[in-house]
């Protein structure tokens, strides 16, 4: 038998004290955005158009002076896009939600407001044992952007990150053999009659695709490494043409790095990149060829790489050029910074309509996975193996 129709919404029959209820769940976000202080630090957060948008939504958005200049992004950009900008950086990390590319430092914590909420990278091999223990301390909830996973559990913040490395690998090497840079006088580029610069990449994951497209699209001939055969098969299907690959079999990557005037490293691993390059295979590729290894933030995966900054960022080993700088999107810091925003933009709005960090991270599995600190207690697996800290599943505290 049918039901009558109600002639009311659902809305118009909840009582009172459920619709303010209800009224109550969008919340006002105010967001620090500190400078980064960091060596060669750059980025930041946030473009003027995402802080435009943020504050359209009725949010306020706090920025350090001069946060944005490593970006070239000025503080007249920022407050035409509605943001506030303040020279006095206790302001800003005395917001209640603190936006940063680099994790804080254990000064910049001390100015953290007591159950604040900070969004950063964790680089957990880069943390010591106290930086948990401070957090605890002000019963900080922080959330390691890295670790935020998308839908599909794909991790867009390292994705954007490593294409951005893997392209970027390609230019830097390109840029190492001009000859006004000492380099051998090779060019990237499919010229006639001249045979084309031989690269070979370790590693067919994200930073290896996007060098792959990259240095395809300069007319070079590739040679992609890797034990992963799904991996491998991967990226066939997204280069869209057949290039060489291989398992990493000594015998074949030797013959390969013999003939090869650039080098990619793009391996990863439980705790550092495998050292997959011997000495012994660096002593026998060309004189003045290039080697860049992104690998590099994980240890390296060429046995004769070792950490360089940008303002010298290589070392000649073996008569071979090595480049090892670490954080290697950091030297594109807009295009960066654009790509990080993108990332950030809709988790901010989102974090708005669901009336701030806590109904969040109830209903949005993957940005609980970015979560390591909650109220000041240690949630994250990893970091409490990794510190030998004791720490609680999530599930058990916010459900």
Known sequence: ????????????????????????????????????????????????????????????????SGAGEGAHF?????????????????????????????????????????????????????R?????????????????????????????????LSEIAGTSSVLIASELMAATNKGNGLMFGNISGVPPVEVVIIGAGTVGEFAARSAIGLGANVKIFDNSLTKLRKIQANLKQTVYTSTIQPKNLLKSLKRCDVAIGA???????????????????????VIIDVSIDMGGCFETSEVTTHDKPTVKKCGVIHYGVPNIPSRYPKTATVSISNIF????????????????????????????????????????????LKYSDINFLIF
């Open 128 to 160: 010591e044992k106290n930086y948990f223990e401070e957090l605890a301390k002000k019963r900080i909830t922080a959330i390691a952007f890295e670790y935020i996973q998308d839908e599909d559990g794909k991790f867009p913040a390292v994705r954007s």
């Open 345 to 388: 933009t809709p988790y901010l709005l989102k974090l708005g309509e669901d009336g701030g960090i806590e109904n969040s991270l109830h209903f949005d599995r993957g940005l609980r996975n970015g979560l390591y600190m909650y109220h000041g207690i240690l949630t994250s697996k990893a970091v409490g193996e990794w510190f030998d």
């Open 74 to 126: 000025s503080d007249s950009d920022y407050t035409n896009a509605g943001g506030e900008v303040t020279s006095d950086i206790r302001k800003v990390f005395v917001c209640p939600l603190l936006l940063k590319v680099e994790p804080p430092t254990l000064d910049e914590i001390k100015m953290l407001s007591p159950q604040a909420t900070v969004i950063s990278a964790l680089q957990i091999k880069t």
């Open 267 to 289: 391996t990863r691993g439980q705790n550092r990149s495998p050292v997959v390059v011997s000495q012994t295979m660096v002593e026998n590729m060309k004189k003045d060829a």
């Open 1 to 64: 038998m049918n039901q009558p129709t109600s002639p009311f919404s659902k809305q118009q029959l909840l009582p009172q004290e459920e619709t303010l209820e209800i009224l109550k769940q969008k919340g006002e976000l105010f967001i620090g955005l500190p400078k980064e202080k960091q060596y060669q630090e750059k980025r930041i957060c946030l473009t003027p158009d995402a802080v435009n948008a943020i504050t359209a939504n009725g949010h306020r958005v706090l920025i350090e």
